[in-house]
């Protein structure tokens, strides 16, 4: 696999700088084409200090930046051409594996306005951004306790937009953030879950850092757009997306699977 560093793509300017350098391993339970379970783990990062913070995944931000400049472009297309020449020639599906995306989210929190600012794909092509005040996050912190990372931790429980969420935090690390959209509790959460085993947030490092908090790339591409809209169109590409492309640009990948509801993303109020 062709790699290249971050900063071979973007300019250089003066961003805020993070305070603290969360890694997080995204374990998410899903179908592939609606069909097909499978189990992956997405590597994220949280870079954080006392006024905002980012959540995102350092694969997605590299290709993303690739998109930015034309030289990025370029190393892109040399990428792409390698993996689909290993499959061709090898049947070796590794190559396209690390090439594709395995998730578009990123999560911006500006802790001065309380507002979280998600950004992710929205359809076939389009891509959305929303704002949430953080109230919209209320927890309930437990008796329970427990060691991670050497940092003893306290359970608390949310009920957030069609999921129960059960987090665990860190007093000793004065960082009132976490992994995704959670955040609120007196201290970083450094584990996450849901009792459907679809979703699971768990720090496997954490770090002080100096490291830019970059804006995300291509912030015109996203469009506004409500929350639980987005979450609906996004639904409906995913039910659709062999007939979707086929009406786009005439390649027939089959018909779809029935539309499942067994697998969901990380928010299920959309349906509601």
């Given at each position: 696999?062709?790699?290249?560093?971050?900063?071979?793509?973007?300019?250089?300017?003066?961003?805020?700088?993070?305070?603290?350098?969360?890694?997080?391993?995204?374990?998410?339970?899903?179908?592939?084409?609606?069909?097909?379970?499978?189990?992956?783990?997405?590597?994220?990062?949280?870079?954080?200090?006392?006024?905002?913070?980012?959540?995102?995944?350092?694969?997605?931000?590299?290709?993303?930046?690739?998109?930015?400049?034309?030289?990025?472009?370029?190393?892109?297309?040399?990428?792409?051409?390698?993996?689909?020449?290993?499959?061709?020639?090898?049947?070796?599906?590794?190559?396209?594996?690390?090439?594709?995306?395995?998730?578009?989210?990123?999560?911006?929190?500006n802790?001065?306005?309380?507002?979280?600012?998600?950004?992710?794909k929205?359809?076939?092509?389009?891509?959305?951004?929303?704002?949430?005040?953080?109230?919209?996050?209320?927890?309930?912190?437990?008796?329970?306790?427990?060691?991670?990372?050497?940092?003893?931790?306290?359970?608390?429980?949310?009920?957030?937009?069609?999921?129960?969420?059960?987090?665990?935090?860190?007093?000793?690390?004065?960082?009132?953030?976490?992994?995704?959209?959670?955040?609120g509790?007196?201290?970083?959460?450094?584990?996450?879950?849901?009792?459907s085993?679809?979703?699971?947030?768990?720090?496997?490092?954490?770090?002080?850092?100096?490291?830019?908090?970059?804006?995300?790339?291509?912030?015109?591409?996203?469009?506004?757009?409500?929350?639980?809209?987005?979450?609906?169109?996004?639904?409906?590409y995913?039910?659709?997306s062999?007939?979707?492309?086929?009406?786009?640009?005439?390649?027939?990948?089959?018909?779809?699977?029935p539309?499942?509801?067994?697998?969901?993303?990380?928010?299920?109020?959309?349906?509601?």
């Amino acid at each position: 696999m062709l790699t290249a560093p971050l900063t071979s793509f973007c300019k250089k300017k003066d961003y805020p700088r993070a305070e603290v350098k969360v890694s997080y391993c995204y374990h998410l339970k899903s179908l592939r084409g609606n069909t097909e379970p499978y189990e992956t783990d997405i590597p994220m990062i949280l870079l954080a200090n006392a006024d905002i913070s980012k959540f995102y995944s350092p694969h997605t931000e590299f290709k993303d930046s690739l998109d930015s400049t034309a030289q990025g472009r370029a190393f892109d297309r040399q990428m792409l051409n390698a993996a689909v020449d290993a499959y061709l020639k090898n049947n070796d599906q590794s190559l396209m594996d690390s090439y594709a995306y395995k998730t578009f989210m990123y999560v911006m929190k500006n802790h001065a306005d309380s507002i979280t600012t998600v950004y992710d794909k929205a359809g076939m092509t389009e891509s959305g951004r929303y704002d949430e005040p953080f109230s919209e996050i209320r927890w309930e912190i437990c008796d329970s306790s427990k060691t991670i990372l050497g940092y003893e931790c306290i359970m608390a429980t949310t009920d957030y937009h069609g999921r129960t969420w059960t987090a665990w935090f860190s007093p000793e690390i004065s960082v009132h953030d976490g992994p995704w959209k959670l955040c609120g509790l007196p201290g970083l959460i450094l584990e996450a879950s849901e009792p459907s085993g679809q979703h699971t947030f768990t720090a496997d490092g954490i770090e002080k850092s100096g490291q830019p908090i970059r804006p995300v790339f291509g912030e015109k591409k996203y469009d506004r757009m409500n929350r639980r809209q987005m979450l609906k169109d996004l639904r409906n590409y995913r039910n659709n997306s062999n007939a979707m492309v086929k009406a786009s640009i005439g390649l027939d990948l089959g018909k779809d699977a029935p539309a499942q509801t067994e697998y969901d993303f990380l928010e299920t109020d959309y349906r509601l």
